[in-house]
């Protein structure tokens, strides 16, 4: 069974500065999808980033980037000059290309961003 | 455009009584559907998953059942709730190569 571990339950950064958030996932599958989603306080689920398994490039949205790392199942997002509205749980998300497509959730880590 | 809308937003139940959540997407055909729930401060755990009408896969055993009536129509229920129960409740779906788009929850309270 595939497991996701986010080993920071919390962070927090300065307002205009970088912070990384990890992740690991643990599958036998080659072929799959990796994703980030954040949860303000109003907790609606929003997309922030999405990899697919087979691209060697670094999905990047914005101020929004990862580094996806296949040999070592780590998936990280770095987010850069931070905004207080980056506030929020932050899930690293893994996705098996099969007929479910079912999400399997990270614990979270909910980041502080501070003026 | 796609939509999801589920209902309600917020519910206080007390032990023993009956559940029914309901989801609906529009805008799309066939979609995967999918029920997560959230304990306070914990990630998403998957409940139900749907490929299909009628098709339904359970992920955890437990007092919770689910229903897909309609191709776009996806239902929680519970004949009878528990304490436990409380979370807070998140639908999805997905179609084609999109990503899960998630509707806004029902936070349930079981008193």
């Known amino acids: 069974a595939q497991t996701v571990t986010q080993s920071q339950p919390e962070m927090s950064v300065q307002e205009a500065e970088t912070v990384t958030l990890s992740c690991t996932y643990d599958?036998?599958?080659?072929?799959?999808?990796l994703f980030w989603y954040k949860q303000p306080p109003s907790r609606q689920m929003i997309l922030v980033i999405r990899?697919?398994?087979?691209?060697?490039q670094n999905a990047t949205e914005n101020r929004f980037s990862v580094n996806f790392q296949k040999a070592a199942k780590s998936f990280s997002l770095k987010i850069s000059d931070s905004q207080l509205g980056d506030t929020a749980m932050y899930f690293c998300?893994?996705?098996?290309?099969?007929?479910?497509?079912?999400?399997?959730f990270g614990s979270g880590t909910r980041l502080l961003v501070r003026p | 455009s796609q939509t999801i809308h589920q209902w309600p937003a917020t519910l206080v139940q007390p032990v023993g009584s009956p559940l029914s959540l309901e989801c609906t997407v529009e805008?799309?055909?066939?979609?995967?559907l999918y029920w997560y729930r959230q304990a306070a401060g914990r990630g998403l755990q998957l409940l139900f998953y749907?490929?299909?009408?009628?098709?339904i896969s359970s992920e955890v055993p437990q007092n919770l059942s689910a229903s897909r009536p309609q191709d776009r129509q996806f239902i929680l229920s519970s004949k009878k709730l528990l304490l436990s129960d409380s979370g807070f409740y998140l639908c999805?779906?997905?179609?084609?190569?999109?990503?899960?788009?998630f509707g806004n929850g029902t936070r349930l309270t079981v008193t």
């Open positions: 999805a779906w997905r179609g084609g190569n999109s990503p899960l788009h």
């Open positions: 599958t036998s599958e080659n072929n799959y999808y």
């Open positions: 990899q697919e398994a087979y691209k060697q």
């Open positions: 998300a893994f996705m098996r290309a099969d007929s479910s497509y079912k999400l399997i």
């Open positions: 805008g799309t055909s066939n979609p995967n």
């Open positions: 749907s490929v299909g009408i009628g098709q």
